[in-house]
């Protein structure tokens, strides 16, 4: 049975509506985490400033030295929660690309994982941050493709054709045929 | 040219994320004025029991008498701010139909007004509920069709079909076109 | 009886608990509105820039003409729905001092107001704007004397010495003697 | 040095407050974790229900089953994240009084751990939850006496007594002078 399910995308791609939706009609209680759920706990000096994470005026993020320290960790964290039991949705955005993937990969060494790509065109997730009005503008177009540069999947999903729900049970059905064959 | 823009439609339909994007579209600058604000500014006693606004299982939303009339001063201010030279953007649910439609067409006397429908297919909009993750279970449902019977509008449109920022821009064309004709 | 509360304070100064302590202590039910409904239903290109608000590297707050034309509609409104007979709380940073009280007087004109003035030693209201974790640093202490300046009040309360509940209670109190004596 | 720091107090207590303040004045990076992120990362259907997490009529919160198997993978989980070499500030309340202490203690063997109680005068915490104007009534007063019964503490803080901000200044010290004597 899959232990934990990697969602990648950019902003606005729709991610955290997959992994609310995937809690709803996947068997079991499934924790959804997430870079949101990092970025939270982090202090309030790192979400600004050289050593934390920061948003330059077109939307690009750039991330420092001590952001990753404890991204570092908290991958380390979820890795182990998974480990005690705990089934586990991770809505995470590959800035890095596949050296973000990478770092997940090592820590979940040993795991079920399910790697997901969140799709969604530049033009259609630009239109979905202008909708949700607190975002900063220019992140979702910033990071559309480039966080999927070079990362590897077992399933893809387009948000721009496909509700979040119907995304949800696509993944569903692959996380339920998987418990079969393994 | 239009003062107050009407968005009528059930809950997860979608209406406040048009409203975002009039804003950002529209020419000039727009409040988003709209039944959460409302229900915010209440007393917490008045968001449950029977003189406010109470939930009951299947997601339908009781009205007490207390709302009503806060509702009433509420929407007679909102007028009065159209009225004063702002431009409104109200984000409504019309839990009365055509009587909900008759309080608002009654405080907006005199001023230009365009009523939009916003239009999501149950099924759909009971998806969005469920990623949204916050939201009371069976209120989409329930809303998606009741909302609309009676009511009368400009201009529809339906999230069901077409992104948040098209609706956007299928309205704002309608705007302008009244502006030439008016 | 009186008809409009009218708090004034600097950020992190506890308006916002006061406003709700004050809806659940007294008699009626009264609408909470402040200056952040307003900012909230204002468009994001608002919200940063020179023709809406903007925060200095300080948390000072700077305010265009565009952002002003909303304001006043807005007080105009909100005066509105006092008249048409909802009692309202107003939860308000009065930026230009004398100027912003004027405002609202003027529009308020011929409604019983009370006027409380919420206090807040500089120093404990930039410690509880760390507290809040998510408030522009700077902003409770450049506001915490300067907001009072030239103001005139009937009350003034001390967030630094009592309570939110605390200070509703005196409020209230004040409401309730006025309802006798006029 | 100290590696992790558990505060626990009743709802309404102000421990995120001290949380955030802990993470402005401590030196070096601290993540902020507690209960309200793992409720917000459970499934809907957990926050309600048998085997999940409730709410009686009188504020008293019940935990089933299924929600105490989250959390014990989620409690693993934030020890490998201070193993893995980040500090970590815990927002706990102790439902389960020293049962909950021990399944925190057991999890954290081995990792220098400060145990703060943060008490707040039931009365003042039962004003609070109404100042917030979002909780439900009652869970601060069934919570202030009860989460402290039988759990050991190296320091206790009462915020009806103290600031936020000096009562993280007190843990503060306390986490330098461990750093001296270790």
């Avoid at 902003?11 to 709803?24: D, E, F, N, T, V």
């Amino acid at each position: 049975m899959t232990q934990v399910i990697v969602l990648n995308g950019g902003s606005s791609s729709g991610k955290s509506g997959i992994s609310r939706c995937l809690q709803a009609v996947l068997p079991g209680a499934w924790l959804a985490l997430g870079v949101d759920t990092l970025v939270d706990a982090m202090p309030a000096s790192l979400r600004e400033g050289d050593t934390g994470i920061g948003f330059a005026p077109d939307g690009e993020v750039v991330v420092g030295p001590e952001f990753r320290a404890l991204e570092a960790a908290w991958i380390a964290g979820v890795a182990a929660m998974a480990r005690a039991g705990a089934r586990v949705v991770v809505d995470e955005v590959f800035l890095g690309g596949p050296d973000s993937q990478e770092r997940w990969r090592a820590a979940l060494e040993g795991l079920r994982v399910l790697w997901v790509g969140v799709r969604c065109e530049a033009g259609v997730a630009a239109g979905r941050e202008v909708a949700r009005g607190d975002r900063i503008g220019g992140m979702a177009a910033s990071q559309a493709e480039s966080v999927h540069r070079g990362v590897v999947y077992d399933l893809e999903v387009d948000t721009s054709r496909a509700e979040a729900m119907t995304c949800a049970r696509i993944i569903a059905e692959r996380v339920a045929a998987q418990a079969w064959t393994v």
